[in-house]
């Protein structure tokens, strides 16, 4: 992906079923988020950044993860929905999937220019007078 151009990243990412996010350090998982809205299952790491919205287990999971570097329980974690693929059975994964394009749709340019000058509002003026 690193090298395709907005329209074709975006083609790209609309055919896939799953988005492997392997950083250890993210602060928003922008990528993450897009993936969710196309709706691909994130796998990955629970990374540093963006635990908030990254959620592997319970009625709110949207993703697959597993601790930071630890790839050998990333693997066992994602084999039960490879094998699923693979027969072309995603039923098991729809809910997981829907969670995904739920907590993506919150996350728009107007939401986080609200966000952003509502963080300004807080505690920008006690960064000015510092």
Known sequence: LKDLNEAD???????S?????LSTAEGLLNSCYE???????VAGFNSVGGQDMLV???????????QNGDYVSLA????PL???LLNNNRQPWEQII???????????????EK?????WNLFGQEVLHA
């Open 56 to 66: 592997g287990k319970g009625p709110l999971q949207n993703s697959i993860l597993a």
């Open 98 to 112: 829907q969670n995904g394009i739920n907590g993506a749709a919150h996350h728009t340019p107007a939401a986080e």
């Open 115 to 119: 966000s952003v000058i509502a963080f």
């Open 9 to 15: 990243y975006a083609a790209r990412i609309r055919e």
């Open 82 to 84: 490879l094998k699923d």
């Open 17 to 21: 079923s799953i988005f492997l996010n």
């Open 35 to 41: 993936a969710m809205a196309a709706g691909c299952i």
């Open 76 to 79: 066992y974690g994602m084999e």
